[in-house]
């Protein structure tokens, strides 16, 4: 519930409570046998996979989970439990060394006294920036509202928290300050099979427009994010939320459509900045072939 309210938001923060949720319902179960608690995990998986449509990420790590369990030759449901928890724990970890490495690849491409322009709240993206101020390079950072949830609001917050020269504007002024800009970091929910990302809704209005100021566009992303079923030709399901969350009373019969992300076409992207460095979006199915080929399979 927590998710789809978006309390907890962003591709990363709903995977990591996804894991935090299987967890937990592995410690609690009441299964009597392996049988019982494959169910209770593959009831648990369905009910997450639909709390956010458009989350590879999260759809991944409990695919891998499960996976574990599944391989395992043992019967007992605390043993198989006992998998759940050190299979998430490891996961978390994962993510936590791609997160790192990331700051620490992306951050290189900061200059100093640069002005970055961010979509949304991506932690990853406020992770790096984080990590470029701690290591002493100065920066300015321009954050759109993210209408209609203004989740740009919270990255404005972390900005400042951190002593950062902040910027927030509506993001129908992205193009009036782009000549400003040196350098856009958004984050992404999905990456597709042809290198196209998903984010959030605006993002690729961004990318056109860097790409028409020629500003380089960079997107942060953990490989995970990639969405197999793209490959085998179902396209990402975009999430269609609300029409309360634009208008709460609405004049009667007005058709009001709130789509949660777009998709932007990797020719608009300069790189991915992942924990294997910064690929080009083309590359990405051989990239994945080498880091995580159980995710093609
Ligand atoms: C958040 C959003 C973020 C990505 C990446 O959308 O689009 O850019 O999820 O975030 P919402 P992260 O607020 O609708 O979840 O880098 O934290 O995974």
Not at 56 to 68: H, L
Not at 110 to 118: E, G, K, P
Not at 124 to 140: C, D, H, I, N, Q
Request: contains cysteine; hydrophobic residues 40%; neutral net charge.
């Amino acid at each position: 519930m927590r998710i789809k309210r978006l309390e907890v938001q962003g591709a990363r923060n709903v995977a990591v409570a996804v894991i935090q949720a299987i967890e937990t319902l592995a410690k609690e179960t009441k299964a009597k046998n392996k049988k019982e608690f494959m169910k209770e995990l593959s009831e648990a998986k369905e009910i997450l996979f639909s709390s956010r449509e458009t989350e590879p990420f999260m759809r991944n790590a409990v695919r891998w989970i499960i996976s574990q369990v599944e391989k395992s030759v043992h019967e007992k449901v605390e043993e198989l439990a006992e998998i759940v928890s050190f299979t998430s724990q490891e996961f978390l970890k994962n993510l936590e060394d791609s997160k790192r490495k990331i700051a620490e690849i992306g951050g290189k491409r900061i200059r100093n006294n640069s002005v970055i322009l961010t979509h949304c709240h991506s932690s990853t993206v406020t992770y790096l920036l984080r990590r470029a101020k701690l290591e002493g390079r100065s920066f300015e950072v321009i954050c759109t509202e993210s209408r209609p949830v203004f989740q740009g609001r919270i990255t404005t917050k972390e900005m400042l928290e951190l002593g950062v020269n902040t910027t927030l504007i509506v993001d129908s002024a992205a193009r009036f300050f782009m000549n400003h800009v040196d350098l856009v970091i958004v984050g992404a929910d999905a990456i597709t099979s042809e290198g196209n990302v998903v984010n959030k809704i605006g993002t690729s209005m961004i990318a056109l427009i860097a790409q028409e100021a020629r500003t380089p566009f960079y997107v942060v992303s953990e490989l995970l994010k990639f969405d197999p079923i793209t490959m085998y030709g179902d396209y990402e399901k975009i999430e269609e939320r609300s029409p309360n969350e634009i208008w709460e009373n609405p004049p009667k019969n007005l058709i009001i459509k709130n789509p949660a992300f777009d998709i932007t076409r990797r020719d608009f992207i300069h790189g991915i900045i992942c924990e294997e460095g910064i690929i080009s979006p083309h590359s990405i199915i051989q990239v994945m072939h080498r880091k995580y080929p159980w995710v093609l399979e």
